[in-house]
């Protein structure tokens, strides 16, 4: 059962524009929250988190947003640009930090000239 | 970048062959991590460390034994390889905030 779904395998967004990956959860019991990117052949880094006690976490161009209520998160990126294009998961951990996290499928984002 | 290394990076064995993959690290973390990357399943856990000796079983256990006898390695071992076993393995280590990922093995199981 997964308990962290993108359930977006692809998303094509022009350069300039806001590119927002959405993922959505099941398990109540997940208090943090990250994003990954993701390159061919290289492993996944590190973008941005959010704690369950808050509801919005922003760094530069990446800013995360957490609807507890709903179960579900999204991760904006704006201005889009070229090198965005990659696969972007999220991951969820129930231990109040980044610990034994739980990975959704992946997002594959397109950023076109 | 964290200081994570991973060996071999490619691999290619035969079914029923044991295989070793390695994760070193530099940075002194007492949490490691190692994962399997399949398509459409994202990132799934095989298992942990929470320190030297002390591992813990993950998602996707089975079939994969762990050991940890320095904080720096971490050692993940198919003892009879299937080829179900064929994946993108990543190791990761992390602090309280972040799991940071090595470059991944790839491994082929024919």
């Known amino acids: 059962d997964q308990q962290v779904k993108q359930n977006s395998p692809s998303l094509s967004v022009q350069e300039g524009r806001i590119s927002i990956l959405n993922c959505d959860y099941t398990n109540s019991m997940f208090d943090y929250f990250l994003w990954y990117k993701k390159y061919p052949a290289e492993g996944p880094t590190f973008l941005i988190s959010?704690?369950?006690?808050?509801d919005k976490n922003e760094d530069g161009r990446f800013t995360v947003f957490l609807n507890k209520s709903a179960k579900h998160l999204s991760l904006h990126i704006v201005p889009s640009q070229p090198g965005d294009s990659a696969v972007y998961f999220c991951a969820a951990s129930a231990n109040e930090g980044a610990q034994k996290l739980v990975f959704g499928q992946g997002t594959r984002l397109t950023i076109n000239p | 970048d964290a200081g994570i290394t991973q060996s071999p990076r490619h691999k290619v064995t035969e079914t029923g062959t044991p295989v070793t993959l390695r994760c070193h690290q530099t940075?002194?973390?007492?949490?490691m991590y190692w994962y399997r990357q399949d398509p459409g399943h994202g990132l799934r856990l095989i298992h942990y460390?929470?320190?030297?000796?002390?591992?813990d079983k993950g998602e996707v256990s089975d079939g994969y034994s762990v050991s940890r006898s320095k904080t720096e390695d971490f050692l993940l071992t198919l003892e009879s390889a299937t080829s179900s076993q064929t994946s993108v393995y990543f190791c990761?280590?992390?602090?309280?905030?972040?799991?940071?990922f090595g470059p991944g093995t790839r491994l082929l199981v024919l």
């Open positions: 990761a280590i992390s602090d309280r905030d972040t799991e940071y």
């Open positions: 460390s929470y320190g030297v000796k002390d591992t």
């Open positions: 959010i704690s369950s006690i808050k």
């Open positions: 940075e002194n973390h007492r949490y």
